[in-house]
């Protein structure tokens, strides 16, 4: 190959340095992207666990809220079967009525403030 043709083949300096300056600047750029890209990974891991512990922790409630209404449920089965009458029956019903709406909105707060608690743990920013 002739000094002439190698010449036309070859890369202006300016055009070279340029190029050069571009494939460095997409390398750091793409470097960049995959290092967010892992952290954003690792932050939903980390977000993942959070709602997974909160998920345990209002399973477990949840059971032991159904076992606590199953217990008085049956509580207030065997106090109707000892009832001496109507009046004490109507009485009985209207205390296992009044006792379980306010454990049932006990519960729901409860069970209210733990999801809120593990949604904001899991949204709030990692270090």
Known sequence: ????????????????SMAEASVEQARKTFEKFIANAEA????????GATM???AK???????????????AS???AESLL?????????RLHSDYMQSQMRSLA????????????????????RA
């Open 57 to 71: 922790d209002v399973g477990a409630k949840a059971i032991n809220y159904a076992n606590k209404n199953v217990q």
């Open 74 to 76: 049956f509580d207030y």
């Open 1 to 16: 190959m002739s000094d002439q043709e190698r010449e036309r083949l070859e890369i202006p300096k300016g055009m070279r």
């Open 106 to 125: 006990e519960q729901a707060s409860e069970m209210s403030q733990i999801m809120g608690k593990t949604a904001m743990e899991a949204a709030r920013p």
């Open 52 to 54: 997974s512990a909160g």
């Open 40 to 47: 954003t990974a690792g932050s939903l891991e980390e977000r």
């Open 82 to 90: 000892h009832a001496k009458g109507l009046p004490e029956v109507m």
